[in-house]
């Protein structure tokens, strides 16, 4: 950790962890919490965001959840997801997820977009909360090469997205996130 870091993480509000923008419901900030104190309890309403890598036939790109992650372990998600760091948008944060998680980096898509966003709050057992403004992106990759990196992602799924919507019980065992489920359902029906 650099000096830089480690003054973030001991900053107010930062609770010696990673920095999340808490925000109200039109996804204004309002302060930067710790990620965990955010997850946990009733939870503090974020930004983050979720996004859909299509390939060149328009299959959707889903990446199951490590068996390691806290929340929502080993449910498959729409290709990534996560929190924008304080002053980082939510273009520059997708683009820095993809390649740590997924080796994908800006040349190999050139369309990467914001297109919709959404407000929900979901408890995942007793473990903690998510409750996020979170906005959906998506591209379309030109070069689907992958690198994934197993701390993050437990496999790999290529899906016709439109069949995985209208006939989802062919698919019934993948667990999916609710975050994503939610996003493809305002983007199809």
Do not use: N
């Not at 996560?82 to 002053?87: A, E, G, L, N, T």
């Not at 980096?105 to 007793?126: I, S, V």
């Amino acid at each position: 950790m650099d000096t830089a870091d480690a003054a973030e993480s001991t900053a107010p509000g930062a609770a010696g962890g990673e920095p999340v923008v808490a925000v109200d419901a039109e996804d204004h900030e309002l302060d930067v919490v710790d990620r965990l104190e955010a997850h946990t309890g009733d939870g503090i309403r974020h930004r983050a965001f979720t996004c859909l890598l299509f390939d060149a036939r328009g299959r959707l790109l889903l990446a199951q959840r490590s068996p390691t992650k806290r929340l929502w372990d080993t449910y498959w998600d729409g290709t990534v997801a996560s929190h924008p760091s304080p002053d980082q948008s939510q273009l520059d944060a997708t683009a820095e997820r993809l390649e740590e998680e997924l080796g994908v980096t800006p040349d190999q898509y050139a369309d990467l977009r914001e297109t919709d966003r959404f407000e929900y709050k979901r408890f995942y057992g007793t473990e903690g909360v998510e409750w996020e403004v979170c906005t959906v992106l998506k591209a379309t990759l030109d070069d689907p090469s992958l690198a994934p990196d197993e701390a993050e992602v437990g496999g790999l799924l290529w899906v016709d997205y439109e069949h995985l919507h209208d006939r989802f019980r062919y698919y019934r065992q993948l667990r999916l996130c609710p975050w994503f489920e939610i996003a493809m359902r305002r983007d199809l029906d």
